[in-house]
């Protein structure tokens, strides 16, 4: 049985890839009867030998066709290429000693390619050459917890925090 669902992403009509909490990402294939759809197969990827705490998925982002991202709560990002079926495990972990850096909640990315997670302990951002920055209390955030984001028109981000919504311009890294 399927439980404790987070996140989910739809590609054209048939796989759907989901993000739970407890029990890892599912890739449910699809097939439509007129307009019922109907789960034919699924396929279960769990992390590090299915421990319930290591498969606590959060968030699911499509980046292209071909290669999807999930947040994990824990143990960072998982980049997936959907063609392959592998996984590449991304943690953050040179940018603090505080764990609660790899809780990730949130993912976007925006018009330069650059990547952006909002985790426990901020915002981080990684830039297509690989590079990791993190934005917290510590660069002026009101608070840690970075809940959502959500991309304007503008290039801006607005982050939701426990403390409110921070406007945070891409450009240069700073709070409107």
């Not at 109907?38 to 769990?46: E, G, L, R």
């Not at 959060?58 to 292209?64: D, E, G, H, L, W």
Request: proline content about 2%; glycine content about 8%.
């Amino acid at each position: 049985s399927l439980r404790y669902v987070h996140a989910r992403l739809r590609q054209n009509d048939s796989p759907m890839w989901i993000a739970t909490v407890g029990t890892g990402i599912v890739r449910a294939d699809i097939k439509w009867n007129g307009d019922t759809p109907q789960v034919v197969s699924t396929k279960q990827f769990v992390f590090r030998d299915g421990s319930m705490s290591s498969n606590y998925f959060f968030t699911a982002y499509s980046q292209s066709d071909s290669v999807l991202w999930f947040g994990n709560r824990g143990y960072g990002a998982f980049r997936l290429n959907t063609v392959e079926e592998k996984f590449e495990s991304i943690q953050f972990d040179q940018l603090s000693n505080n764990q609660t850096v790899n809780d990730i909640f949130c993912i976007a990315e925006d018009t330069s390619g650059d990547f952006w997670f909002g985790t426990s302990y901020g915002l981080i951002k990684r830039s297509q050459n690989g590079e990791q920055f993190l934005f917290n209390e510590r660069t002026g955030f009101p608070n840690n917890t970075v809940h959502g984001i959500l991309k304007d028109n503008n290039g801006s981000l607005w982050l939701s925090t426990n403390l409110g919504i921070i406007k945070f311009n891409t450009d240069n890294n700073s709070i409107l």
